[in-house]
């Protein structure tokens, strides 16, 4: 059966050091993969999206990489910051009119 | 601000009751979903509508029901509540041909 793993514990890291989630899956073909922030009780904040033909995209400073062969992808927060504290999800979707399947999440947490 | 709107933002019923949520998508927005979020289940994908029409269901008890209304706002309704339906509900939406979806805030629903 298809399943999508994140790194199941929080993650602390300290002020000014870069972050990296892992998001592992098996037994799924994504032709996109996404990361979403979310904050307690809130919902879901789009941060990025990646195509399957694609190896690394960036933004600001957040990159995202996406290796097909190893199935997983990489999400890398540098310079992170106490505001970057959040869970982040990552979500797998085939394309075409199939559901969007997302990871439980990483709790991120940066001290100061 | 995603530009989603939910209402109601907290609901607390009774077994055996029915409830029905609300969302209103981005403007210009014509698919919506709506997802499940428990703490021990994480983001449970449910339903998407677009323009409408279902075009992607997920693991969605036979007691909700959802539907697309011509203006394009949509209804997730819950019947027959048992405790375990107790979750935040997320509806998000997406513009045609863009694979990120905005989240609105929720709604909290407690079964007593």
């Known amino acids: 059966s298809q399943k999508i793993e994140q790194n199941s514990e929080a993650l602390n890291i300290q002020e000014g050091k870069t972050a990296t989630l892992t998001c592992n899956y098996t037994?799924?073909?994504?032709?996109?993969l996404q990361w979403y922030r979310q904050d307690p009780g809130r919902g879901p904040v789009f941060l990025l999206l990646?195509?399957?033909?694609?190896k690394e995209k960036r933004k600001e400073r957040l990159k995202v990489t996406f290796d097909t062969t190893l199935k997983q992808s990489l999400f890398h927060i540098t310079a992170s910051q106490p505001a970057d504290s959040a869970t982040y999800l990552c979500?797998?979707?085939?394309?075409?009119?199939?559901?969007?399947?997302f990871g439980t999440g990483t709790k991120l947490q940066v001290i100061p | 601000d995603s530009g989603v709107t939910q209402t109601p933002k907290h609901l607390i019923t009774a077994t055996g009751q029915r409830v029905t949520l609300r969302c209103s998508p981005r403007?210009?927005?014509?698919?919506v979903y709506w997802y499940q979020q428990s703490l021990d289940q994480g983001l449970q994908f449910l339903i998407q509508?677009?323009?409408?029409?279902?075009?992607a269901k997920g693991n969605i008890l036979e007691r909700f029901s959802a539907q697309q209304f011509p203006d394009l706002h949509s209804e997730l309704n819950l019947s027959s509540l048992e405790l375990g339906d107790s979750a935040l509900y997320f509806c998000?939406?997406?513009?045609?041909?863009?694979?990120?979806?905005?989240f609105g805030p929720g709604t909290r629903l407690t079964v007593t």
């Open positions: 990646i195509r399957e033909n694609e």
């Open positions: 998000a939406s997406s513009r045609e041909g863009v694979y990120e979806q905005y």
């Open positions: 979500a797998l979707d085939p394309g075409g009119y199939q559901k969007v399947t």
């Open positions: 403007s210009g927005d014509l698919s």
């Open positions: 509508y677009y323009n409408g029409e279902e075009r």
């Open positions: 037994n799924y073909s994504p032709a996109y």
